[in-house]
């Protein structure tokens, strides 16, 4: 099994890609897919995978450079990654590799090179295309699918991985229509939000025939350095004052501001997280209830929310549900932060269940958070809810 | 109503306004001073606050700026973006800046989609400036490296997205490169062309498709930066 490297991605796949099996990222014009692509590379290739590159559109030392702007250096994997230069014949350049395409715009001259170099490399390697539209502009749109469908099977025989990067540009409507139905084993569209501009980028798996998994559309982020991160725009954190919003806040941000907008009556917290493959923006509201206006204001749009009460005050807890309510909170997932547990007197998760009467399935966190205690928990566990998987 | 004007007077007096989400073809021979008319495009748009995102194929992204300085013409640099197609290919290290951008090659059509689309949302979601130029500088170099069919295509997402967005795109053709069926296949894409013609050492210019009857045609000359029209 080869892992793609994506955060969420590869538990969506149910592990990865097993051994044989074709994937393509289906890139709409415009937007980083091709990062997809790196990243993948990068990270097999720090597993000590063996992997080819097909590089279509730039000399194989570019190439390698630009993985350098997301901090990763491929360089230093020289010996386990192999390159078939299909680029430098292209524009009338000497090639220093072993595995050189010597008529680029002929799709027989690809598919010989292909061949051997899956032949000679160990089994289970990742082959990866790293420009199949620029395959397909060159040697056309019929040809490059029927060579597409020998490589895949190729791939299979030798155990191979094999992977492609193709910019889905207004082909035949055929031509686009077989790339995502029957010509791979899983295809992964990346798309963009696009109303005047594309102001937002997302994943989806369009299919996977290994996986039963249903997978949701993630919104992505492309951080330099860093790569590719699941991307949350709004996690709320609501509950009474004085339970710990912004102490929670402050701990969990890179960067966090608090923004007095209404005088100096009330805070409002912004905060920025990135943790283990994911990116989010969190908010929190003022916990008054003159200010209940205000929290319906700012709590469009999220996704998520972070219900934070003080463990040892279950007296306001009547006033964290009403909260809840404001937020609209049981439409969207959350969960209960138990804050303060360092305190004498701080309820147990089971007892503020206890109190709450809440489904077993909503998650309560103890934490400290003054001193981080549980915070990136709570935050792992309210991702989880968010991206789902089943 | 909102529109764009190419600073360069007689032609904008013919024209009266350019529609946004107009895509525009410049083609001439060589040597006919379409880099300075399209820089003189590019100045104008800046100028009157709107944003500006040149993909340069001849000369690095560093020499574009340059031109402007060069000239004591002076930008609002956050304003401006670059795609420089060129400097990957030169062998050299090097890192993207603020303002340039660079894609790998001029076969990197996807590098060049991404990088254009990565100016345009900044310069509309970050900056909010609603208006912004796209100059390609120019198919032709795109041209020797992909077939028709190929950039055409590119275009065919591009100046969608130029009209999507209001934008301005302005695409720069030399004459003579391709053959006529090549340019006739690209016109079907572009609302209005510059057309530049040369006799006898004399350049003339005119628009057509920008106004209900082509302008007439004017002699010019490139006078440092400027581009000066007689008659
Ligand atoms: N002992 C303890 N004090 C905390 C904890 N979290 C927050 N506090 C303190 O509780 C007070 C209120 O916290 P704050 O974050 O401002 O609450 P908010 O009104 O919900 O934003 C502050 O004095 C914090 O230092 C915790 O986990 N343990
Ligand atoms: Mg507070």
Redesign the pocket.
């Given at each position: 099994m080869a892992q793609t490297g994506i955060p969420k991605l590869d538990e969506y796949l149910n592990g990865g890609i097993p051994k044989g099996k074709s994937l393509i990222y289906f890139n709409h014009p415009g937007v980083e897919g091709d990062v997809f692509g790196m990243q993948t590379l990068h990270h097999n290739l720090a597993k000590g995978v063996t992997c080819v590159y097909v590089t279509s559109s730039s000399n194989p030392e570019t190439m390698k450079d630009q993985f350098s702007e997301f901090g990763w250096d491929i360089h230093q994997f020289d010996d386990k990654l192999i390159i078939i230069d299909a680029y430098s014949p292209l524009i009338g350049d000497l090639s220093n590799e072993n595995y050189v395409v010597s008529d680029p715009e002929s799709i027989d001259s690809m598919t010989e090179m292909m061949n051997r170099a899956m032949k000679e490399v160990p089994k289970g390697s990742i082959i990866m295309v790293g420009s199949l539209s620029t395959i397909m502009d060159l040697c056309g749109e019929e040809n490059t699918l029927n060579a597409v469908k020998m490589w895949n099977k190729m791939a299979l025989v030798r155990d191979h991985a094999i992977i492609y990067n193709f910019t889905a540009w207004p082909y035949e409507e055929n031509t686009l229509n077989s790339m995502k139905d029957n010509i791979f084993n899983c295809v992964i569209s990346v798309g963009g939000i696009a109303e005047r501009v594309i102001f937002g980028q997302y994943f989806g798996v369009l299919k996977a025939d290994w996986s039963e998994i249903e997978a949701r559309s993630m919104l992505f982020r492309v951080l330099r350095p860093g790569g590719i991160k699941i991307y949350i725009p709004k996690i709320l954190v609501t509950?009474?004052?004085?339970?710990?919003?912004?102490?929670?806040i402050?701990s969990l941000s890179t960067r966090a501001v608090s923004v007095d907008r209404l005088g100096t009556t009330i805070a409002l917290?912004h905060g920025h997280i990135d943790h283990q493959g994911f990116s989010a923006d969190i908010f929190?509201t003022p916990?008054q209830e003159r200010f209940d206006p205000i929290i319906k204001m700012i709590s469009g749009e999220a996704m998520g929310i972070f219900l934070?009460v003080?463990s040892t005050l279950p007296k306001d807890f009547v006033r964290a549900k009403q909260m809840l309510d404001i937020t609209k909170g049981y439409g969207l997932p959350y969960i209960i932060v138990a804050?303060?547990?360092?305190?004498p007197g701080a309820l147990s998760v089971d007892e503020i269940r206890r109190h709450f009467n809440i489904p077993e399935d909503v998650p309560i966190i103890p934490?400290?958070?003054?001193?981080k205690e549980g915070i990136f928990e709570a935050f792992e566990v309210l991702v989880e809810k968010i991206t789902g998987g089943n | 109503m909102e529109s764009y004007s190419l600073g360069i007077e007689k032609l904008d007096e013919n024209i009266n306004g350019i529609r946004t989400g107009s895509n525009i073809m410049i083609i001439g021979p060589p040597m006919s001073g379409k880099e300075t008319i399209v820089n003189n495009i590019v100045y104008n748009g800046l100028n009157e606050g709107e944003a500006a995102v040149i993909v340069t194929t001849r000369e690095p992204g560093e020499s574009v700026v340059d031109w402007f300085s060069y000239n004591n013409l002076e930008i609002p640099i956050e304003h401006l973006g670059i795609v420089d197609c060129v400097t990957k290919t030169l062998g050299v290290p090097t890192s993207d800046t603020a303002t340039i951008r660079r894609a790998s090659s001029p076969v990197d059509l996807t590098g060049i989609g991404v990088k254009i689309s990565q100016f345009l949302e900044d310069f509309w979601m970050k900056q909010n400036i609603q208006k912004t130029r796209l100059c390609i500088n120019s198919l032709s170099t795109i041209l020797m490296y992909s077939n028709i069919q190929t950039v055409f295509r590119f275009l065919h997402v591009f100046t969608g997205r130029v009209k999507a967005s209001g934008a301005l795109g302005i695409y720069v053709v030399e004459d003579g490169m391709h053959d006529e069926q090549a340019i006739a296949t690209l016109k079907q894409l572009f609302d209005g062309v510059i057309e530049i013609r040369q006799e006898s050492d004399i350049h003339y210019i005119r628009t057509t498709g920008m106004s209900q009857k082509p302008s007439d045609w004017y002699e010019y000359t490139i006078e440092g930066a400027k581009i000066v029209l007689k008659g």
């Open positions: 509950g009474p004052f004085n339970a710990g919003k912004s102490s929670l402050h917290d929190g916990g934070v003080d804050n303060k547990q360092d305190l934490t400290i958070a003054t001193s | -």
